[in-house]
């Protein structure tokens, strides 16, 4: 591990002051991912600021709105009455991750921005344009049956591997971030970007940055939402695709939907053109087979993968119709 | 009268050491904390081939608390003496990597230098800081291209078996099937990483190591430095699984010994989790051809066993891959071979029932190919083929309960209701498949020796240089002496893991029991004839006397020591423990998943000496199975010729949830031949055959056979969509 000075963060000012200077420190929260990171000197950080002491936990229901605070753990959120009863797709997505020891540690935070499971990534000794940039990307040509095969770019497939965020974009949930500039909030639909030229440029956050909440708004889509998840083992294990879903039901009508899926995009991914052929319409295998049919639309495989455009159309298939009561 | 307190062989005593080992108590070999203990960082090359053209050491010299750098530009040239008899444990051709000796790179991940700090984060950090220029060679990198032009094996047993005309009796046959089957390359991954502590003293040395044989490890470090074997004390009494990964002495116990003699001080090595993905062994990747011919009844007239699997550029690893096929099934024709596919990869070593898990599995799955082929049930082919003496060295079984577990195994699981067509067994939306298959593996003892000691408190404490990776040897051999010596198991003690005990052969290829097993029980049976000896006694001497007689005769103890070794019985029987497996497989049809609700086995094993830690032995026999049949893969990329998912998060064991109902049953099979004990064994023969059950079961379920394993959902999804 590359020697790293430490500093328990006070305030969240703390945290932002210091990370808008060199050496523009990590930040560590639940350390699941981070730990790992540091072992294998993915990152060789001058500086930790530990923000566990900070008063950045709680989930507060107010206004149709649930605020989570940015250090609740994922067990925390996924075990909560008012999450499980409306919003569902959360709590299945995140009892969907990692595993129970995993989830009593790590945070809401820093599970959107855990890093891609590529393998290249991860190994130091490997050309990687995410890790490092202008090296190259060797999943390209690679091993990469667990790529993404959405927002891809010729500089990097690595697929987002959050469940968690698939069913916050789905649900238009947002975060709190606090910079040395004030507090905004973006969707977390666009808090990650897409790799295109910088694909080691993962976030809109900036040095300085911090989480600070997630809000998930209230909706008929969130109250009765559901969560799939494919991968190779029945626990403890990222996915190869998911899918969260809601629908939203005005008598025998589908008057909303949201479809957001996972391990096919390099960032958690929404499926509008899906939701717009189930919106108006009766749910039933039918519709949900054509609503889903068009969701690998624009899919660029690459070698490995190319069994997930069809699993992808399976998944949101299947998500649908368990939903819809038709499974 | 017998005193029914001490007759415990057959009992499900729990583990001695359990108590130990959930509370910490017990010392792992990483555990030991020798004074001045200083700590390793091993640096790995980052090309398969080539040649280092320049090193630079000093800045990881320069960082703090940084002991030494250790290259090869200063290590101590070492004599790597050879060994009169290789040991089995060893490749069998070529020669060990030698580490630290020259700038030559044979695969990535080469230990290249050694940094040597008073910390284990200091030394890591140093290790980074390495700086390495290479001239790369050509390296060959694809399994493909090697098995291209793949080799017989250099030494060893001799793999090419034949019967009879295999293929002209296959081309004639009015049934056959010929397919090609591939295993990938697996990784032990022991919970326990590999770790040893090195402390010399003078000229002598301790080695605190993870290993299954504390007698070869010492022999193997004698022969590298040159010094005598006395001179060398291996300490192992506790090992956090092993698999087959500790059975030989590896790279860095050296690097370990010689970093600890440039220091001056002790110096303790663990390997990293991402090292030990080429730094120890693996199981190699295996290409298997199976072509079997056989009459319209199903009745095998043929039998061609064909396999390559890769080894390293500077050892010939050769497994017994088609050996079992040639004793399996009664067939007068019958060929086999193995071949060698040298690669730029470290030198693979046997996991868990080498080479006969490989064999087995594309035997059965070709068994069920010919079952449909033939229209037979996949259970009746396999009696219609019985075997009933071993064809290949044309000699009786000493016992086969085979049938036995046929029938057991078979009722237990209701295999009589199974829906013969294809996918015919549907529930709901997914595929329900059935699916069987044999598990063998031979029964093998070798010479051992174990010592008692009869104390006058009346408890006796047992000993001899084994090895518990997991399977309960300290818990059998105090019940197998228990038992001999007529005490309660409590005032027993097991003692192991240390050179300074009677010599024990390797743990490893399910060898313990019967091997030191029955010197445990020759020892305990002569002491206890000292003691009646003592007693003048003309009855059996009891165990509760003991203390007394000691006492009368003012003795504080007597000691005995016994050996044991086999003698003609294993030229006059075929000595194999059987089992039968079935899975139940639900496959989902759109999801591309297989999930495996349940599997039965029933195993024929002679004498089960516990029949707790002999289920325990067999669950996880199972669980090595599914995992090969469903997620477990080393996987290989051959532009930089290493493995990339070397980690646990992204190599995929089984997990709980993956894990079924797993029903375990042991035939009764008195076995007078093997060994003193009766026992066969259990290690090995629980992870043979379940493979190829699930994957024949998959089969059932979609009509698709899946003949590359492990049989991933993106695999399903494919298959289904060919059909």
Same mark, same amino acid.
């Given at each position: ?106 945070? @809401? ?8 499971? #590529? ?8 050309? #990687? ?7 190259? #990307? ?10 993404? @095969? ?128 189930? @919106? ?45 009561? #038709?499974? | ?173 009015? $049934? ?57 004390? $291996? ?204 598990? $063998? ?246 992870? $043979? ?35």
């Amino acid at each position: 591990m590359h020697p790293f000075a430490y500093t328990a963060a006070q305030t969240p000012q703390d945290v932002t002051t210091r990370g808008s200077h060199p050496p523009h420190p990590d930040i560590l929260a639940g350390g699941t991912d981070l730990l790992q990171l540091l072992k294998e000197r993915v990152r060789t950080p001058a500086e930790l600021i530990d923000i566990n002491g900070l008063d950045l936990g709680g989930i507060v229901e107010k206004n149709g709105c649930l605020r989570v605070g940015a250090l609740v753990r994922m067990s925390e959120l996924a075990e909560d009455p008012r999450v499980k009863r409306d919003w569902p797709v959360v709590s299945k997505a995140l009892l969907e991750s990692a595993s129970a020891q995993v989830r009593n540690m790590a945070t @809401i935070a820093g599970n959107l921005l855990q890093r891609t499971r #590529c393998p290249y990534f991860r190994d130091v000794t490997t050309p #990687c344009n995410r890790r490092d940039p202008g090296t190259g #990307c060797s999943a390209l040509d690679g091993l990469n049956r667990i790529h993404a @095969i959405l927002g891809t770019s010729d500089r990097c497939i690595a697929a987002h591997p959050s469940d968690l965020a698939v069913a916050l974009v789905a649900l238009d949930a947002r975060v709190s971030i606090l910079g040395p500039d004030g507090e905004d909030e973006v969707a977390v639909e666009n808090l990650h970007r897409l790799p295109g030229d910088t694909p080691h440029m993962e976030t809109v956050l900036q040095p300085g940055d911090l989480i600070t909440a997630i809000h998930i708004p209230a909706s008929g889509c969130a109250s009765r939402s559901h969560y799939v998840k494919v991968r190779d083992r029945a626990t403890f294990e990222w996915a190869l695709v998911s899918a969260a879903v809601g629908l939203d039901m005005d008598g025998g009508t589908i008057r909303d939907a949201r479809v957001a899926v996972g391990g096919v995009g390099t960032k958690p991914w929404r499926l509008r053109a899906v939701e717009s052929l189930l @919106i108006g319409k009766a749910p039933g295998p039918q519709v949900f087979k054509a609503a889903a049919d068009r969701a690998a639309d624009g899919a660029q495989p690459r070698g490995d993968n190319a069994y997930k455009v069809e699993l992808l159309k399976h998944t949101v298939t299947r998500a649908l119709m368990e939903l819809g009561g #038709c499974a | 009268m017998t005193d029914q307190s001490s007759a415990v062989i057959g009992k499900p005593v729990s583990r001695v050491d359990g108590r130990a080992k959930v509370t910490g108590a017990a010392t792992y070999a990483g555990e030991f904390r020798p004074d001045r203990l200083a700590h390793a960082a091993v640096v790995t090359s980052s090309i398969p081939a080539g040649r280092i053209r320049a090193l630079f050491a000093d800045a990881a010299e320069a960082s703090p608390g940084v002991v030494l750098v250790a290259t090869h530009h200063n290590a101590p040239r070492l004599p790597y003496n050879s060994m009169a008899q290789r040991p089995q444990v060893d490749p069998q051709a070529g020669d060990q990597l030698r580490v630290l000796q020259g700038p030559e790179i044979q695969f990535n991940g080469q230990p290249i230098a050694v940094v040597v700090a008073e910390t284990l984060e200091q030394a890591t950090h140093a290790a980074a800081l390495v700086r390495v220029e290479y001239d790369p060679t050509p390296a060959v990198t694809r399994f493909e291209e090697a098995a291209k032009s793949p080799r017989k094996p250099g030494a060893g047993k001799p793999t090419d078996l034949a019967r009879g005309d295999a293929d002209a009796a296959l081309a004639a046959a009015p $049934v056959s099937v010929d397919a090609t089957y591939d295993q990938p390359m697996e990784h032990h991954n022991a919970i326990e990483p590999h770790v040893t502590i090195a402390a010399w003293d003078g000229d002598r040395l301790t080695l605190w190591d993870k290993t299954q044989w504390v007698g070869n490890d010492r022999a193997e470090i004698a022969h590298v430095f040159g010094i005598p074997e006395e001179n060398i004390r $291996v300490v192992s009494p506790f090992v956090g699984g092993a698999f087959g990964s500790a059975l030989r002495t590896w790279p860095h116990v050296t690097l370990a010994a010689m970093a600890a003699k440039m220091a001056g001080r002790p110096v303790k090595l663990e390997l990293t989790r991402r090292q030990l993905f080429s730094a120890i062994g693996f199981r190699p990747r295996t290409v298997q051809r199976v072509a079997l011919g056989a009459e319209a009844d199903g009745r095998l007239t043929a039998v061609i066993h064909e396999a390559v699997g890769h080894t390293s550029q500077y050892e010939d690893y050769a497994e017994t891959t088609v050996e079992p096929t040639a004793m399996l099934y009664s067939c007068r024709n019958l060929r086999t071979a193995y071949r060698l596919a040298p690669m730029n990869i470290n030198s693979p070593c046997p996991m868990r029932a080498p080479g006969v898990i490989t064999g087995v599995l594309a035997l059965e799955m070709a068994m069920d190919e010919l079952a449909e082929a033939a229209g037979i049930d996949p259970l009746e082919l396999r009696l219609r083929n019985y075997a009933e003496r071993d064809e290949n060295k044309d000699l009786p079984w000493s016992s086969k309960g085979l049938r036995d577990c046929y029938r057991t195994a078979a009722e237990r699981f209701g295999w009589s209701g199974r829906s013969a067509a294809p996918g015919s067994m549907r529930d709901g939306r997914e595929l329900v498949g059935w699916g069987m298959a044999t598990a $063998v593996y031979p029964t093998h003892r070798a010479a051992a020796s174990a010592s008692v000691v009869i104390r006058d408190d009346g408890t006796a404490v047992v000993r001899s240089a084994a090895s518990d990776m997991g399977p309960g040897t300290y818990t059998a051999m105090t019940q197998v002496a228990a038992e001999a010596l007529d005490l309660p198991v409590e005032r027993v003690r097991f003692e192991l893991g240390d050179t300074d005990l009677p010599k024990a052969p390797v743990h490893g290829g399910s060898i313990t029991m019967a091997s030191v097993g029955s010197a445990v029980q020759a020892a305990c049976v002569a002491a206890r004839a000292r003691m009646r000896a003592l007693s003048n006694a003309v009855d059996p001497v009891r165990g509760a006397d003991y203390a007394g007689i000691l006492r009368r005769h003012g003795l504080p103890q007597v000691d005995v020591e016994a050996d044991a070794a086999p003698g003609i019985e294993q030229k006059r029987f075929s000595m194999y423990a059987f089992g039968a497996i079935f899975a139940e497989v639900r496959v989902d049809p759109n999801l591309g998943t297989v999930r495996v609700p349940r599997l039965v086995g029933a195993y024929g094993s002679g004498r089960i000496i516990n029949p707790k830690t002999a289920r325990s032995q067999c669950v996880g026999g199972m669980v090595l199975g599914l995992g090969m049949a469903l997620s477990e893969q080393s996987e290989w990329d051959d532009r930089f010729g290493k493995v990339m998912n070397a980690n646990l998060a992204e190599y995929l064991v089984p997990v709980n949830a993956d894990v079924p109902h797993l029903d375990v049953t042991f035939v009764d099979e008195h076995d007078p031949h093997v060994n003193p004990l009766g026992v066969k064994g259990l290690a090995e023969i629980a992870a $043979v055959g379940v493979t190829p059950a699930i994957a024949n079961a998959v089969h059932h379920a979609t009509g698709i056979r899946f003949r590359s394993l492990p049989i991933t959902p993106d695999k399903v999804l494919a298959g289904l969509a060919k059909r």
